[in-house]
């Protein structure tokens, strides 16, 4: 294999329509640069139709080479895939540019790490090699499995102190509360209006995971540039997703419609349609590095140098200059939620709703559970009148405690969507703890108490009602279980 010419290099390529090497004549190649001190390796990073690592490794004359996927394993514990291609000129070795679309390989070519290794054993069964470079440094070992898929894996450890990226974790919450006083000790972010979610980037891909752990990476195609931008780095971070109308105002009734699409193609669609954006306000783990337990202002400094930015992505600005007063004013004027203060010297605490972060809103708004629904009159006869909402009992499991009932706020294909996510859940019997007016339960039709809503209100009266609700939007990234009375 290792000493076959490079006719399969040249078959794939023209010679003036790439700038990519080609040597003089077949089999003719410069010594290595790096004789000297033993073979050389060069790791390319390549954003052809998919990203991945070129692992090449100089041998009888040629750079034997693999493509990876997901980069190369970090630990023992993982094994990542290397699919065996054509062998390369040693020429490609400093090779780095952009091969034109439409070729083959198509796409921008950089070097990620080189330098040299020693050989500690190949034959056609198994490679093991020591790579002596920056990033790429460390003992691997490669096999072939099937076919040209190749398995790489690491047999030496990671560095002492390294920590894993965790598997799953639940976000940080906030509590609801005024402004804080004490300058000096807070951070202030503006409250964004959309869908919280964790994000984990690992071999260039992104994963989205919504806070009630429901996987929506499919949901939203933009967030494969996000992963491709970050490259090989193995990243946690903590954002928001939203979608900005067109006068730079966040909508969450078109983030909705983005979250009932998962098809690929639909999806694609509806990107074009209602662009969303991820909003990072927190990063929590990079490349063996966990922050969960660093203070906010340590967490931001390492998110700031790593700075990611984009087309649909970028950090929340952090102030912690401006008094809390003159940035809530100013996200009251930009039609903002409003504010999250974030305590400087205070940890990230995954699960938990901490005093360490304080949202200000710029008006009340409560998630709420979805118990059944009136019949609509008029022109609403073919849909509902309004919506009967509670809240998950502090008693009994399954049961809502009613608050109010809503019927303003929707457009018609809102009510004709929602219907249809409603009609599935109906029952025959009420899920509220109390019986409710006579002139609500005649007609209603009961549901299980799944669906989540978010609305939008002026106060709560004495005997707990919510006063003047307004429906803001389903709130599918969220479970019943996990709803609870704002203050």
Known sequence: MTGEPLTEYRRKRREGLTPEPFPPTAGAHPPSTAAVVGPGFVIQEHHASSLHWDFRLERDGVLVSWALPKGLPLTPEENHLAVRVEDHPLEYGSFSGTIPAGGYGGGQVSIWDRGTYECEKWTEREIKVVLHGGRG????????????????????????????????????????????????????????????????????????????????????????????????????????????????????????????????????????????????????????????????????????????????????????????????????????????????????????????????KAHRTQEVVIGGWTPGQGDRSPTFGALLLGLPSAERKGVLSYVGKVGTGFSRSAREQLLRQLQPLARSTSPFDQSLPRSLAEGATWARPRLVGEVQFREWTPDGRLRHPVWRGVRSDKAAKDVHLEP
Do not use: C
Not at 166 to 179: D, F, N, S, T, Y
Not at 186 to 215: Q, T
């Open 137 to 360: 440094a460390g003992r691997f070992v490669l096999f072939p499995t099937k076919g040209k898929n190749w398995i790489i894996h690491r047999m030496d450890p990671p560095p002492e102190g390294f920590e894993p990226l965790p598997a799953r974790l639940v976000p940080m919450l906030a509590v609801e509360g005024p402004l804080p006083a004490d300058p000096g000790e807070w951070a202030f972010e503006f409250k964004w209006d959309g869908i919280r979610v964790l994000v984990w980037v690992d071999g260039g891909r992104a994963r989205a995971v919504s806070r009630g752990g429901n996987e929506i990476t499919g949901s939203f195609p933009e967030l494969r540039e996000l992963g491709e931008a970050i490259g090989s780095d193995q990243v946690l971070l903590d954002g928001e997703i939203v979608v900005f109308e067109q006068d730079g105002h966040h909508s969450f009734s078109r983030l909705q419609h983005r979250l009932q699409v998962a098809s690929p193609k639909n999806a694609a669609r509806a990107a074009l349609q209602d662009p969303a954006s991820l909003v990072i306000f927190d990063l929590l783990h990079r490349n063996g590095r966990s922050f969960i337990d660093s203070t906010y202002d340590q967490r931001r400094s390492e998110l700031e140098r790593m700075a990611p930015a984009g087309p649909s992505w970028a950090v929340t600005p952090s102030f912690t200059e401006q008094t809390a007063e003159e940035v809530f004013r100013s996200a009251v004027r930009m039609g903002m939620e409003g504010v999250v203060a974030k305590r400087r010297a205070s940890v990230y605490r995954p699960g938990v709703r901490s005093r360490d972060w304080v949202k200000v």
